[in-house]
């Protein structure tokens, strides 16, 4: 199969983001998609020095340029972006874009277009950045009703109340840090207004009820008004205030809203903070289901802008097989990739034994550990039970193979100190 050629307008945040991951993932990238992507045109106005790469200053010459078969569109805005996409698909290119405005305020016009001529239009960046969740309503719930969704969809404003909440900090505070970290825009409007919850949420009922794009029926409503004493007093109650947008469907119609939400803090969004996003759809099978992750940055939503990439060539060179990654690898290295025995896997792990109540075993465990290369990151032990000669240690480790983690334990329990064996159990921080 020929090589699916891209073209890439505006190379700043995600364009270089996504630039970066086809680059440095090309091989698993091409499995997945069943051809190889080669980025064979960037329109950047301020031009590129990329080797192998066509640069245009005129982003037009790429929507233009014959070669391409997808012109992916990453210069946000309404205007220009507009009409390069419809220039695009005039021309008979597929569309992939990470812009939600676009999307949310000109979709109707640009999916008549891309209809009229056959070609496909993919914005899973436009929602919520690295999480997939358009894939997730539109395929993964296919079989639903979708009843109702809510999402955390703005990670500037879910930052916001995150500081307000844990560290009693008032909003004008927080949101000139946020600036400085460049979580916000130097005219936050955007975000803490809900403008951009609402271009996403609109894009997320349209997917899960079949409607269309309605944004000027949106109701917005920011968290410029929320003060630190409503968050004491939600948190006093046990409630989170969460800025969300909410689309819900019902006898009448289709509720359509954003706004500060109080949720019951044990709700598991209730404890999104920072600038992570999450949203929960309930479908009428399945029940409510919950999507997280980040929802800006340069690399997570390269990672939904390359998924659509990868949809839409996979759809250039339909073949089966090119659902199967391993049929389509053309590397057998790839193929050959062993899967790891358990006594080579890396984690930490927590220990408990039963030791005998005397000075010194603590040592000699610790001893043992050390000698395996494995640190301690905390110990906890009981006081013994009345008539109790052993006492439980309990000890945290740092990550270690596991097969040394064995010998470790085999020399544990060849103890005199230590009676039965030690319980196990590995530990993951699943974090980053
Ligand atoms: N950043 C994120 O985390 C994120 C997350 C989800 C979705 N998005 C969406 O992704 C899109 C791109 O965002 P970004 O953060 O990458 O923005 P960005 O860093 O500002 O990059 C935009 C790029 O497009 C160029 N550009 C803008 N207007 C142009 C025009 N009229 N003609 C030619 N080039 C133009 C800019 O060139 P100059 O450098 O010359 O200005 C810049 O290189 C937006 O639609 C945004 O909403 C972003």
Same mark, same amino acid.
């Given at each position: 199969?020929?090589?699916?050629?891209?073209?890439i307008?505006?190379l700043?945040?995600?364009?270089?983001?996504?630039f970066d991951?086809l680059t440095?993932?090309g091989?698993?990238?091409?499995?997945?998609?069943?051809?190889?992507?080669v980025v064979s045109h960037i329109?950047a106005?301020?031009g590129a020095d990329i080797s192998g790469v066509n640069v245009?200053?005129?982003?037009?010459?790429?929507?233009?340029?014959?070669?391409?078969?997808?012109?992916?569109?990453?210069?946000?805005?309404?205007?220009?972006?507009?009409?390069?996409?419809?220039?695009?698909?005039?021309?008979?290119?597929?569309?992939?874009?990470?812009?939600?405005?676009?999307?949310?305020?000109?979709?109707?016009?640009?999916?008549?277009?891309?209809?009229?001529?056959?070609?496909?239009?993919?914005?899973?960046?436009?929602?919520?950045?690295?999480?997939?969740?358009?894939?997730?309503?539109?395929?993964?719930?296919?079989?639903?009703?979708?009843?109702?969704?809510?999402?955390?969809?703005?990670?500037? #404003?879910?930052?916001?109340?995150?500081?307000?909440?844990?560290?009693?900090?008032?909003?004008?505070?927080?949101?000139?840090?946020?600036?400085?970290?460049?979580?916000?825009?130097?005219?936050?409007?955007?975000?803490?207004?809900?403008?951009?919850?609402?271009?996403?949420?609109?894009?997320?009922?349209?997917?899960?009820?079949?409607?269309?794009?309605?944004?000027?029926?949106?109701?917005?409503?920011?968290?410029?008004?929320?003060?630190?004493?409503?968050?004491?007093?939600?948190?006093?109650?046990?409630?989170?205030?969460?800025?969300?947008?909410?689309?819900?469907?019902?006898?009448? #119609?289709?509720?359509?809203?954003?706004?500060?939400?109080?949720?019951?803090?044990?709700?598991?969004?209730?404890?999104?903070?920072?600038?992570?996003?999450?949203?929960?759809?309930?479908?009428?099978?399945?029940?409510?289901?919950?999507?997280?992750?980040?929802?800006?940055?340069?690399?997570?939503?390269?990672?939904?802008?390359?998924?659509?990439?990868?949809?839409?060539?996979?759809?250039?060179?339909?073949?089966?097989?090119?659902?199967?990654?391993?049929?389509?690898?053309?590397?057998?290295?790839?193929?050959?990739?062993?899967?790891?025995?358990?006594?080579?896997?890396?984690?930490?792990?927590?220990?408990?034994?039963?030791?005998?109540?005397?000075?010194?075993?603590?040592?000699?465990?610790?001893?043992?550990?050390?000698?395996?290369?494995?640190?301690?990151?905390?110990?906890?032990?009981?006081?013994?039970?009345?008539?109790?000669?052993?006492?439980?240690?309990?000890?945290?480790?740092?990550?270690?193979?596991?097969?040394?983690?064995?010998?470790?334990?085999?020399?544990?329990?060849?103890?005199?100190?230590?009676?039965?064996?030690?319980?196990?159990?590995?530990?993951?921080?699943?974090?980053?």
């Amino acid at each position: 199969m020929n090589p699916v050629k891209i073209g890439i307008c505006g190379l700043g945040t995600v364009g270089k983001g996504t630039f970066d991951v086809l680059t440095r993932n090309g091989e698993e990238i091409a499995g997945r998609a069943g051809c190889n992507i080669v980025v064979s045109h960037i329109g950047a106005r301020r031009g590129a020095d990329i080797s192998g790469v066509n640069v245009s200053t005129d982003i037009f010459a790429v929507a233009d340029d014959p070669e391409i078969h997808i012109l992916v569109e990453l210069i946000g805005g309404t205007t220009v972006a507009k009409d390069l996409v419809l220039q695009a698909i005039a021309n008979g290119k597929h569309i992939v874009t990470a812009n939600k405005a676009l999307i949310a305020e000109h979709g109707n016009e640009i999916f008549a277009a891309a209809s009229e001529k056959g070609v496909s239009v993919a914005f899973e960046a436009a929602v919520a950045g690295g999480i997939p969740i358009i894939k997730a309503i539109r395929e993964g719930l296919s079989a639903n009703r979708i009843e109702w969704l809510a999402g955390i969809i703005n990670g500037t #404003g879910n930052f916001i109340l995150t500081e307000m909440r844990e560290k009693g900090r008032d909003f004008d505070d927080v949101l000139k840090e946020a600036q400085e970290l460049g979580y916000a825009e130097a005219d936050p409007t955007f975000d803490v207004e809900g403008i951009d919850a609402a271009h996403k949420l609109v894009i997320l009922a349209s997917i899960a009820f079949g409607i269309p794009l309605q944004f000027d029926k949106a109701y917005t409503e920011g968290i410029t008004k929320i003060s630190t004493e409503d968050v004491e007093y939600a948190e006093q109650l046990g409630y989170r205030i969460k800025h969300l947008g909410v689309a819900r469907k019902n006898g009448k #119609g289709v509720e359509l809203r954003v706004h500060p939400t109080m949720i019951p803090e044990k709700r598991l969004i209730a404890n999104v903070n920072g600038v992570m996003n999450a949203v929960l759809v309930k479908g009428d099978a399945v029940g409510p289901t919950l999507y997280y992750g980040a929802g800006a940055g340069a690399e997570p939503t390269a990672s939904a802008v390359v998924a659509d990439i990868v949809d839409v060539a996979r759809t250039l060179s339909a073949e089966p097989k090119h659902r199967v990654p391993y049929l389509a690898f053309q590397n057998d290295a790839m193929n050959d990739t062993p899967i790891l025995p358990i006594d080579e896997v890396e984690t930490a792990y927590y220990l408990r034994m039963s030791a005998e109540d005397k000075p010194g075993v603590l040592s000699e465990v610790a001893q043992i550990l050390s000698n395996a290369g494995i640190s301690i990151e905390a110990i906890i032990q009981k006081e013994p039970a009345e008539g109790q000669d052993h006492v439980s240690l309990i000890i945290l480790t740092s990550r270690a193979i596991e097969k040394n983690l064995d010998q470790a334990t085999d020399s544990i329990e060849a103890l005199d100190s230590i009676a039965g064996e030690v319980t196990r159990i590995r530990v993951e921080s699943l974090a980053g």
